[in-house]
């Protein structure tokens, strides 16, 4: 009886051994998407809503949030 207890130490010690070299190697994760530049932001010209430069609706020098927007401006 006492050599299955000392079997069974030993090998709780080993698998939490284990375990924690486990825990060590496991390389960090990346935190997420990495955006290299800043989007540029513009106000709308009809409600002042402020939308990236890559969706905004242009009318000549000025910026819309929506084609509606734009519309309303008479533009």
Not at 19 to 44: F, K, L, N
């Amino acid at each position: 009886m006492k050599y299955l207890l000392l079997l069974l130490l030993v090998g709780y010690v080993v698998w939490r051994w284990r375990a924690g070299q486990r825990a060590r190697t496991v390389p960090p994760r990346p935190a997420g998407p990495v955006q290299t530049e800043p989007i540029a932001m513009v106000a709308c010209a009809g409600c002042g809503l402020h939308v990236p430069i890559t969706q905004a609706v242009t009318a000549g020098a000025q910026y819309f949030c929506s084609a509606s927007h734009r519309e309303a401006a008479g533009v």
